[in-house]
């Protein structure tokens, strides 16, 4: 970085799904036929309905600004979501609406986190938790899991993890990139422990709820005891493939929310308008089109299953929700095609990008060195390619 920027910059990292979609983007537009199985996009269109209520939004000229943290009606259809599908009562003022879910997660890090402040989180973990963490300057203290425990943690670790400076415990379930899922038991082991230490924050991201292939998503926002002190993070981009729309809220206590639109007044005030008004509808109408999304996530999912255990050497766990598989790939370490040398997941993930035209996103950027994340939101034909060309690659490596 040049001297005359803030020291701000050398806090954080890029996000790596983001470095390896501009690679990919790079190599195809070099005319390569590169098939993507790096980023979590759902590869569907909005739902109709919804792109109807946008319309009618544009000509109804809802194209002034809006209240910081969004629409009343908006805040309502939050409201009515909560209780429909997780038995949560939250008002209005509890709700507020921001650019995405990442910017929900910015808001209520940079509300709760001053310097030395730690942060727990499980690896493996979405690329941008740790990053915020940093931008706050607090202090990320990572729960290790494995393939081998499904990337779940025990109510042991976590407490032992505790310190005087920790703040908050952050975590998502279904998890991005391990597809793990909590059950209510075991959320409610996690919750014992949270009741004996009454100064931590629970973030809770639940971005992937729909996509979830064991059952009703069950949210630690549940448990009464402890209700206060969690933050509850979602939005309209996977489960209603709106990732462009950038449409996300928070749903926490009366001075978090607060602390939120304050933050988010100073950034980007409201969330777009449009968006805003498609998302009262999203939310409040038929989930006819996610739960279809989520049955052909379910089938690629399987075939992806199989695919890997084709693999030599790969070990994966199945994943419950979300739609990656995160298998461990160290079986590979040390292993040489006779020109590129595979000591690392970023080695093993530019290797399958150079020389099987297949972007994935590499473990280390999760938390996770041994592993690698490979995304199935893309169609089964290019899974398929994408898959065969990987096992072709890896079988020259010796």
């Given amino acids: 970085m040049p001297n005359n920027l803030s020291s701000l910059l050398e806090r ?19 005319g390569i036929d590169i098939v993507d199985l790096s980023l979590g996009e759902p590869d569907f269109d909005t739902p109709q309905h919804i792109k109807d209520a946008a319309i009618k939004a544009i000509n109804d000229n809802f194209s002034h600004y809006t209240p910081v943290a969004g629409y009343l009606d908006l805040r309502e259809a939050v409201c009515h979501k909560l209780k429909r599908d997780n038995n949560l009562d939250y008002k209005p003022e509890n709700i507020v609406v921001s650019t995405g879910a990442k910017q929900c997660l910015a808001n209520a890090i940079l509300a709760i986190i001053d310097e030395g402040d730690e942060v727990i989180i499980p690896t493996p973990y979405w690329v941008t938790y740790g990053e915020l963490v940093k931008i706050a300057r607090g202090k990320v203290v990572e729960i290790d899991s494995t393939v081998e425990n499904n990337f779940k943690i025990t109510p042991q670790e976590l407490e032992a993890a505790i310190t005087p400076k920790t703040k908050m415990f952050l975590f998502s379930s279904p998890c991005n990139p391990s597809g793990a899922v909590y059950s209510k038991t075991e959320l409610k082991a996690l919750v014992d422990v949270f009741v004996k230490y009454s100064n931590i924050y629970i973030l809770s991201d639940e971005i992937y709820e729909y996509i979830n292939f064991v059952g009703k998503h069950e949210s630690i926002a549940s448990f009464n005891e402890i209700k206060d002190r969690v933050i509850v993070v979602n939005g309209l981009s996977k489960g209603f493939a709106m990732t462009g729309w950038r449409l996300g809220y928070v749903a926490a206590n009366i001075d978090i929310a607060k602390a939120c639109d304050k933050l988010q007044g100073q950034f980007t005030s409201a969330a777009c ?13 038929d989930l006819t089109p996610s739960i279809k999304m989520t049955e052909e996530f379910a089938r690629r999912r399987k075939r992806v299953l199989e695919l890997v255990a084709e693999v030599p050497g790969l070990k994966c766990n199945n994943p419950e929700g979300a739609f990656y598989v995160f298998p461990d790939v160290s079986y590979y370490f040390g292993k040489t095609d006779g020109e590129d040398v595979i000591n690392s997941s970023a080695d093993f993930t530019m290797y399958l990008l150079n020389k099987a035209n297949v972007s994935s996103v590499m473990g280390a950027a999760f938390g996770n060195e041994n592993c690698v994340r490979f995304s199935f939101a893309n169609n ?19």
């Fill in 12 to 30: 954080f990292n890029e996000p790596e799904t983001l470095k390896m979609a501009k690679l990919a983007r790079e190599l195809r537009a070099k």
């Fill in 273 to 285: 308008s449009i968006a805003q008004k498609a998302g009262v509808v999203a939310l409040t109408t």
């Fill in 380 to 398: 089964i034909e290019n899974i398929e390619k994408g898959w065969a060309r990987i096992k072709a690659a890896l079988e020259k490596l010796k």
